[in-house]
């Protein structure tokens, strides 16, 4: 198959629409109050991760790498925008990290920063495949689907439980809750407490 056939291929463009829609939720989240993002993000995490499982295989034709278009800054701009929707509401602990695969270490991760790695990832591809130079898309296909085996699959499972957890808790996004006070255990909200297994019976024996 030619890379004309593997870029333009039904798998491809399917996915190309999903990813779309996840990198322009992500920027527009500043519009929109938080329960309303992580309805979207609930929806779109998964969609998005059974259409890259879709993807074929692409060898790569360039010996050059491919551009990256997100800068720090932009990737910066976003993570803050999603800190201040959250609002303290961000972490959460992961029971699943590859770089410790099946240790009992404890992990803490965070919604915003796993959602913007997901976005610079796709925000690259996209941009690449947009150009319509059909070498460059096929690398960026290529590139995308390693990534996806290696990081931002994992990422995608990952951060779901979290906004699975915030979308059924009620949480209150308007509270100001500060990051850096959030402990397993120590008086978090309930919902926070229930996602880590933390929550203390006040019951009195």
Known sequence: MDAH????????????TVASEYCSSVEQAAKFPAATNLLK?????????????????????????????VSELDYNIWHQKWLQLLNGYDSFYEVFDPSIQFGHETVTASVSENL????????????????????????????????????????????????????????????????????PGKGNPKWLDSFWGTAEDTDDV
């Open 5 to 16: 056939q593997v870029v333009y291929s039904k798998n491809v463009v399917e996915f190309v």
């Open 41 to 69: 993000m609930q929806k779109l995490l998964p969609l998005l991760y059974l259409k890259a499982s879709m993807l074929p295989k692409a060898e790569r034709m360039l010996d050059e790498e491919l551009e990256k278009y």
């Open 116 to 183: 913007l790695d997901i976005y610079q990832d796709l925000k690259n591809f996209l941009i690449s495949y947009s150009i319509g130079n059909e070498e460059v898309m096929n690398d960026a296909l290529a590139e995308c689907v390693e990534h996806f085996g290696e990081f931002w699959g994992q990422q995608a499972v990952n951060v779901l439980r979290a906004v699975h957890m915030l979308v059924y808790s009620n949480a209150d996004f308007s509270l100001n809750v500060k990051n850096d006070e959030v402990q």
